[in-house]
């Protein structure tokens, strides 16, 4: 940590002009986090792990095309694809992803292979699922299941870019060094950041106002990210069964208060909280 100084210094800039004077107070900076990488071998697992979650392991959903939405969501972490001058409050991945995993070595199908990555193709669900078994489809689905832990990458690497956000949401200064040491706790003891990278892709960052609602007494707006796990987790220990059940254990809490919160969310309880589960053990327990 090192201490930011604001000083107020005259117009002149010669020998003899008068010393800075302090004007506010020093502050303790905090410093830039270190980047996190994890082996291509976990990565791997990890990949695996999250198309699990979110497929139930079938092979076809890796290309979807969800209900009620108006674009294609694709890979392990359903990054979604919009058509040319589709307007909507969701942000658009895929694009961002491909030119990842094209950064790295890997190279999609011919008709994708393009800079810049174009809009996608299908326009309507119905157009995609009447082309689900086209060339251009099957290729794609191909070309995804090839690049499982580059995906993962990818998803480490927009993990850790959120913490800075969350932080930054956060007026406290003790909640925010909060949230970064048990951010930090959570890294140490998975070593795959499985449950970090998982529970953001799941749920999310936590941080907009719009993806709360009332609590059901009070009426306070409540969250259900990752910012609402970190804040609730408070313990110490640096083992990695007590790290990761903590984490399951406030990720837990913050689906069941979201469900209480929420009734009709209560269909979704069992998947909910059986992913949750998966955070308590490494995927590589060496």
């Known amino acids: 940590?090192?201490?930011?100084?604001?000083?107020?210094?005259?117009?002149?800039?010669?020998?003899?002009?008068?010393?800075?004077v302090l004007v506010a107070k020093p502050q303790l900076a905090v410093p830039p986090m270190k980047r996190i990488d994890i082996s291509p071998e976990l990565a791997e697992k990890v990949g695996q792990q999250v198309w699990l979650n979110e497929t139930g392991g079938k092979r076809d959903a890796i290309t979807a095309w969800n209900a009620s939405e108006d674009f294609a969501s694709l890979g392990i972490g359903h990054f979604?694809?919009?058509?040319?001058?589709?307007?909507?409050?969701?942000?658009?991945?895929?694009?961002a992803m491909l030119e990842y995993l094209r950064g790295r070595g890997a190279r999609p199908p011919e008709w994708l292979d393009v800079t810049p990555v174009p809009p996608s193709p299908w326009k309507s669900k119905r157009q995609f699922q009447?082309?689900?078994?086209?060339e251009r489809m099957?290729?794609?689905?191909?070309?995804l299941f090839d690049t499982f832990g580059l995906q993962a990458q990818f998803l480490a690497l927009r993990m850790q870019e959120a913490l800075p956000r969350i932080e930054a949401s956060l007026a406290?200064?003790?909640?925010?060094?909060?949230?970064?040491?048990?951010?930090?706790?959570?890294?140490a003891a998975s070593k795959d950041l499985y449950p970090l990278i998982d529970y953001i892709n799941f749920k999310?960052?936590?941080?907009s106002e719009t993806e709360t609602f009332p609590n059901r007494d009070t009426r306070e707006p409540e969250g259900?990210?990752?910012?609402?796990?970190?804040?609730?987790?408070?313990?110490?220990?640096?083992?990695?069964?007590?790290?990761?059940?903590?984490?399951?254990?406030?990720?837990r809490s913050a689906l069941k208060r979201r469900i209480a919160n929420n009734p009709p969310d209560e269909r979704w309880q069992h998947g909910w909280l059986a992913r949750v589960e998966t955070y308590r053990r490494p995927l590589d327990p060496h």
């Not at 919009?82 to 658009?92: A, D, I, K, M, Y």
């Not at 406290?172 to 890294?187: L, T």
Request: hydrophobic share 40%; aromatic share 12%.
């Open 224 to 251: 259900w990210g990752l910012k609402q796990v970190l804040l609730a987790m408070q313990g110490s220990s640096s083992k990695p069964a007590d790290v990761l059940g903590e984490f399951a254990d406030a990720a």
């Open 80 to 95: 979604i694809w919009f058509s040319q001058g589709l307007e909507t409050r969701f942000v658009e991945s895929f694009p």
């Open 204 to 207: 999310g960052e936590g941080i």
């Open 130 to 134: 009447r082309e689900f078994h086209s």
């Open 138 to 143: 099957t290729s794609l689905r191909e070309f």
């Open 1 to 20: 940590m090192f201490a930011v100084i604001t000083l107020a210094t005259s117009a002149q800039t010669f020998a003899g002009s008068p010393e800075p």
């Open 172 to 187: 406290d200064r003790s909640a925010r060094e909060h949230v970064r040491r048990q951010f930090n706790r959570v890294v």
